[in-house]
């Protein structure tokens, strides 16, 4: 038995738990919010909605929001034009982008604080992931740590 609680306390950090580094990721297409009404009505192939296009280009200047950040591309788009139609179901084919996507933003994310903490990832004792992207199981937190070889 006391063979089992050394290797306990070998394992165990000493002092208090601290957060000692932070990294984020964002997508690397980035849209400025000005120019997001007209993007977005375009790929959507609604131009001739044009109230509706007035109001989202009010919505978008009030929002304070200066860029947006999206892995969603035109191609995409085009790819699957259930995206960007109107009631056409499309969370199965978005999900799907999101549970490729999500873990790799996170693993850049992971490394920038890894490199900024400066130690070795063997030293690393838990890792905190945060997403409002997808809900599935395995989650990103399971496939982030995959991608580091934890």
């Not at 509706?52 to 919505?59: M, T, V, W």
């Not at 978005?94 to 933003?105: C, F, N, S, T, W």
């Not at 130690?119 to 991608?147: E, R, W």
């Amino acid at each position: 038995m006391a063979l089992v609680d050394e290797i306990r306390k070998a394992q165990r950090a000493r002092g208090p738990a601290m957060v000692l580094t932070i990294g984020t990721a964002v997508p690397v297409n980035c849209f400025y919010q000005a120019d997001y009404p007209d993007y977005f009505f375009r790929v959507t192939k609604t131009e001739n909605l044009t109230e509706l296009k007035a109001k989202f280009k009010r919505i978008c200047q009030k929002s304070m929001i200066n860029k947006r950040y999206m892995h969603l591309t035109e191609e995409m788009i085009k790819e699957n034009p259930e995206i960007g139609s109107f009631m056409t179901p499309s969370l199965n084919v978005r999900q799907d982008i999101v549970l490729a996507e999500v873990p790799k933003l996170g693993k850049e994310a992971a490394l920038k604080a890894i490199q900024e903490w400066g130690h070795p990832m063997s030293k690393i004792t838990h890792l905190v992931f945060c997403t409002t992207s997808g809900v599935h199981m395995p989650g990103a937190d399971y496939q982030l740590a995959n991608l580091l070889g934890l």
